[in-house]
């Protein structure tokens, strides 16, 4: 009888271990299949976010503050404030200061070096709004081989046509300019006792131009020409 009992303890002990076992095996299976598909997700979203623009983020971020900025000013344009004057009070004098590093980083200033430097500066600033079309060119370089591009022998009755809008462009633009110049310039006062040494107005900027950089070195032969002793 005792034997009966001890058999039937060891048998409910193997049960339990067996059953214990199980559920090991089960959550360990859980587990597996749960790491299998978060792994998976991983898989699909590192997959995605590679197929996105390099500069996704930055977009989303600039889209994000576009967003908050404009629902910034409709509440304040909706308690009768004007915004820009509110975010300018909003801004500490450390953060205006970065910001105006910043500014000056990014465009910096180079000053006057010379008119050789002002003059590529304008013609960059200037070109900059004349996009070619690239199309077009690709287009008249097929057609025209080896004469698209001039050369000794060219007689230019084969040179590419300048097409009309692309010259009405440059024509508008240069009449920006025109008018961005004359509402900059002044008449100089006239000096009735100056010696005359020019023939028009551009002429006399031209020579005060040489003067102001050359005339410490051309004193001397300056005033040999007027005595008449000049070799």
Same mark, same amino acid.
Request: aromatic share 8%; charged share 45%; proline share 2%.
């Given at each position: 009888?005792?034997? !009966? ?20 095996? %089960?959550?360990? $299976? ?11 997700? $991983? +898989? ?5 976010? *590679? ?12 889209i994000d =503050? ?14 009768? $404030?004007?915004?820009?004057? +509110? ?10 200061? *970065? =910001?105006?590093?910043?500014? %000056? ?13 002002? !003059? ?5 600033? @200037?070109?900059? @709004? ?12 097929? %057609? ?8 000794? @022998? ?7 046509k300048d @097409? ?6 440059? +024509?508008?633009?240069?009449? %920006?300019? #025109?008018?961005k110049r ?13 010696? #005359? ?35």
């Amino acid at each position: 009888m005792a034997s !009966t009992s001890t058999e039937a303890s060891t048998s409910n002990d193997d049960h339990h271990k067996k059953k214990s076992r199980l559920d090991r095996f %089960k959550n360990l $299976e859980l587990k597996m299949n749960e790491a299998r598909k978060m792994n998976h997700q $991983e +898989v699909v979203e590192e997959d995605r976010r *590679k197929k996105l623009p390099a500069n996704f983020e930055q977009k989303r971020k600039f889209i994000d =503050w576009e967003e908050q900025e404009e629902k910034k000013r409709k509440e304040a344009e909706a308690r009768g $404030e004007d915004y820009d004057r +509110v975010k300018l009070l909003e801004i500490t004098a450390d953060e205006a200061e *970065k =910001w105006e590093r910043k500014k %000056k980083k990014k465009n910096p200033d180079p000053g006057f070096s010379g008119y050789e430097a002002a !003059t590529l500066r304008a013609y960059q600033r @200037n070109t900059k @709004n004349l996009k070619p079309d690239m199309q077009e060119v690709a287009r008249q370089k097929h %057609k025209l081989g080896d004469d698209f591009y001039a050369g000794t @022998n060219t007689l230019g009755l084969t040179q590419v046509k300048d @097409n009309p809008e692309a010259v009405n462009r440059m +024509v508008d633009d240069l009449e %920006k300019q #025109i008018a961005k110049r004359a509402k900059y310039s002044r008449r100089r006062t006239h000096d009735e006792d100056a010696d #005359i040494d020019f023939i028009n107005e551009r002429n006399a900027k031209f020579n005060k131009k040489l003067e102001r950089f050359y005339g410490t070195y051309t004193a001397e032969i300056k005033q040999n020409l007027e005595r008449g002793t000049a070799v």
